[in-house]
């Protein structure tokens, strides 16, 4: 018997991910994504760490939110510090990571009702 309320009923959130996917409330996804906990932006960019560009950055910009959790595929990278800069005067928190950590994470935030987002890129983003 279920004892507490789930405070992320109704949300978007991570309930899986493994090799190439991660899965939205048990749906897969297997290319670069936004979640939100109310939207889904998928596909918002093709790039890798190593060629996102200012134009990607600037999608983010515009969610909306308070932090942005930077998933980097499989493992750790950082982008160009100069695509980071832009979100500080803009009040926006960026936490790069790696996508598993990000999905564990952005599941935290959310529950805590904090408005998140993660942008996730693949490791193989094709």
């Given at each position: 018997?279920?004892?507490?309320?789930?405070?992320?009923?109704?949300?978007?959130?991570?309930?899986?991910?493994?090799?190439?996917?991660?899965?939205v409330?048990?749906?897969?996804?297997?290319?670069?994504?936004?979640?939100?906990?109310?939207?889904i932006?998928?596909?918002?960019?093709?790039?890798?760490?190593?060629?996102?560009?200012?134009?990607?950055?600037?999608?983010?910009l515009?969610?909306?939110?308070?932090?942005?959790?930077?998933?980097?595929?499989?493992?750790?990278?950082?982008?160009?510090?100069?695509?980071?800069?832009?979100?500080?005067?803009?009040?926006?928190?960026?936490?790069?990571?790696?996508?598993?950590?990000?999905?564990?994470?952005?599941?935290?935030?959310?529950?805590?009702?904090?408005?998140?987002?993660?942008?996730?890129?693949?490791?193989?983003?094709?």
């Amino acid at each position: 018997m279920k004892l507490h309320q789930s405070l992320t009923a109704g949300l978007n959130i991570f309930t899986a991910y493994g090799e190439g996917y991660v899965a939205v409330n048990n749906e897969k996804h297997h290319k670069n994504l936004i979640l939100l906990p109310d939207a889904i932006i998928q596909n918002w960019s093709s790039a890798t760490v190593e060629t996102l560009a200012e134009t990607d950055m600037q999608k983010l910009l515009e969610l909306g939110t308070e932090i942005i959790l930077l998933g980097t595929g499989n493992r750790l990278r950082f982008p160009s510090g100069a695509l980071l800069r832009p979100f500080a005067p803009a009040g926006i928190g960026v936490e790069v990571m790696d996508l598993q950590a990000a999905c564990r994470t952005y599941n935290i935030l959310v529950a805590e009702g904090r408005k998140v987002a993660a942008a996730l890129l693949f490791d193989d983003a094709s």
